[in-house]
């Protein structure tokens, strides 16, 4: 079955370190995403990619980036990890809208603490 | 900005009782509302959607309803069970592969 993973699960770090979320499915889908999850802040999108080679910002984009090599994995990398970006990290990925859905599928989270 | 706004953040009902969530949404150019059941420790998943040229939209327990004048849309649980507890989220899709989600509603189904 298609599928979403994400990796790690749970990740321990300390300020200033670099660190990198890994996002890949299965579902050979155009478009991905990367949320996080605050309390009282709901889904807050970070990058988006429409594709291969494509990048785009999100509404809290600041400290964050992603590239796209390929259709399978959107990595999101924190350049040098602050207090404030502990937070629990969603993936996600929708077809293209042309197919009529806009449904997307998110992975299982990655919960980061930043130290 | 485009914008959702969620109520209530937190609701208790009784095993067997309704559960309602209301979503307002701010872009009129919005045409899809989909409806996220989160559990804990898990992501997201769909659990119904209804799209702008449609009022209303049911799948067994779980209803949907779209007021496109007033930018309202709800979510109905009916026959709540104890595994409906989890965290709802509304969302709007504006176009351009852009979603708006909702702050999120905590349900909790007493036994």
């Known amino acids: 079955d298609a599928e979403i993973t994400q990796s790690p699960r749970h990740k321990i770090t300390e300020t200033g370190r670099q660190v990198t979320l890994a996002c890949h499915q299965t579902?050979?889908?155009?478009?991905m995403f990367w949320y996080r999850q605050d309390l009282g802040h709901g889904l807050r999108l970070i990058h988006y990619?429409?594709?291969?080679?494509?990048?785009n910002k999100g509404e809290v984009s600041d400290g964050y980036s992603v590239s796209r090599s390929n259709t399978e994995d959107l990595p999101l990398t924190l350049e040098s990890a602050a207090s404030s970006q502990t937070s629990v990290y969603f993936c996600?990925?929708?077809?293209?809208?042309?197919?009529?859905?806009?449904?997307?599928?998110f992975g299982p989270g990655t919960r980061l603490l930043v130290l | 900005g485009e914008n959702v706004e969620q109520h209530p953040s937190t609701l208790s009902v009784q095993e067997g009782d309704s559960a309602v969530i209301k979503c307002t949404y701010s872009?009129?150019?919005?045409?899809?509302f989909p409806w996220y059941k989160q559990e804990l420790g898990k992501g997201p998943q769909l659990i119904i959607d209804?799209?702008?040229?449609?009022g209303e939209k049911k799948d067994q327990r779980i209803a949907v309803t779209l007021n496109k004048t007033a930018k309202h849309f709800s979510l109905h649980i009916t026959e709540t069970q104890p595994e409906d507890s989890a965290v709802y989220f509304c969302?709007?899709?504006?176009?351009?592969?852009?979603?708006?989600f909702g702050a999120g509603t905590r349900l909790f189904v007493k036994a």
């Open positions: 996600a990925s929708s077809e293209s809208p042309t197919s009529g859905s806009e449904t997307q599928y």
């Open positions: 579902w050979n889908h155009n478009n």
């Open positions: 990619s429409y594709g291969v080679q494509d990048t």
């Open positions: 872009d009129s150019a919005s045409n899809y």
């Open positions: 209804i799209r702008s040229n449609v």
């Open positions: 969302a709007a899709y504006t176009g351009g592969f852009k979603t708006i």
